[in-house]
């Protein structure tokens, strides 16, 4: 096995777009399942699809995906993680969360028809980081999440994107804090911020 996919307990993978942050995950995917037959993985999917482009992006990662890692089953959640995490987590699973900027962008900026469909609004952020850190503590598998380092570009001129980009900093140290490995990912190669030692 490639000494950079051995599978932590937890690993949070950070990078731009097109940075091999999927790419990475996926391996150690790949990889898990090829160690022992009943091993299983799990992907949870946090993207919708609200227009033709993100539907046919969708569509593309489903059939890339299908051809590059066959034995990954995929759901989709795009709010509710900590419960998908801890309803699916066993200790020949592992699974794989792609990606945590969407699940914030669900939580700070719902789609209009999330919005009308609840009385009340969603709840606000950090409320959902807390159930969040705790399953990926109490997960008795292996957990990878994906997530953007956003914060490396210019600093936004819109108040909203501002508190974003803090949100999701917030956010990414969070997990960083709680996972065993952290992995930044820059032209498809991984720096390890955080080792397993």
Same mark, same amino acid.
């Given at each position: 096995?490639?000494?950079?996919?051995?599978?932590?307990?937890?690993?949070?993978?950070?990078?731009?777009?097109?940075?091999?942050?999927?790419? &990475? *995950? %996926?391996?150690?995917?790949?990889?898990?399942?090829?160690?022992? /037959?009943?091993?299983? $993985?799990?992907? #949870? =999917?946090?993207?919708?699809?609200?227009?033709?482009?993100?539907?046919?992006?969708?569509?593309?990662?489903?059939?890339? &995906? *299908? %051809?590059?890692?066959?034995?990954?089953?995929?759901?989709?959640? /795009?709010?509710?993680? $900590?419960?998908? #995490? =801890?309803?699916?987590?066993?200790?020949?699973?592992?699974?794989?969360?792609?990606?945590?900027?969407?699940?914030?962008?669900?939580?700070?900026?719902?789609?209009?028809?999330?919005?009308?469909?609840?009385?009340?609004?969603? $709840?606000?952020?950090? =409320?959902?980081?807390?159930?969040?850190?705790?399953?990926?503590?109490?997960?008795?598998?292996?957990?990878?999440?994906?997530?953007?380092?956003?914060?490396?570009?210019?600093?936004?001129?819109?108040?909203?994107?501002?508190?974003?980009?803090?949100?999701?900093?917030?956010?990414?140290?969070?997990?960083?804090?709680?996972?065993?490995?952290?992995?930044?990912?820059?032209?498809?190669?991984?720096?390890?911020?955080?080792?397993?030692?």
């Amino acid at each position: 096995m490639n000494p950079s996919l051995s599978i932590a307990r937890s690993e949070l993978i950070l990078g731009g777009q097109k940075s091999g942050k999927s790419r &990475r *995950a %996926e391996g150690l995917a790949r990889d898990w399942l090829a160690q022992a /037959p009943q091993h299983r $993985a799990l992907l #949870i =999917a946090t993207g919708q699809a609200h227009d033709d482009e993100m539907r046919e992006r969708i569509a593309r990662h489903r059939r890339e &995906r *299908a %051809e590059r890692v066959p034995g990954l089953a995929t759901l989709e959640e /795009p709010r509710e993680l $900590a419960d998908a #995490i =801890a309803r699916h987590g066993a200790a020949h699973t592992l699974i794989v969360v792609d990606c945590l900027t969407l699940w914030l962008t669900h939580w700070l900026m719902p789609p209009e028809e999330h919005t009308r469909q609840e009385q009340t609004p969603p $709840a606000g952020w950090p =409320a959902p980081a807390a159930p969040l850190l705790e399953a990926v503590r109490q997960s008795p598998g292996p957990v990878v999440l994906v997530g953007n380092e956003i914060g490396l570009g210019v600093i936004p001129m819109g108040r909203e994107v501002r508190a974003f980009v803090d949100a999701l900093g917030s956010l990414n140290q969070q997990v960083a804090g709680v996972c065993e490995r952290v992995t930044l990912m820059a032209a498809g190669l991984p720096l390890f911020l955080k080792n397993p030692s």
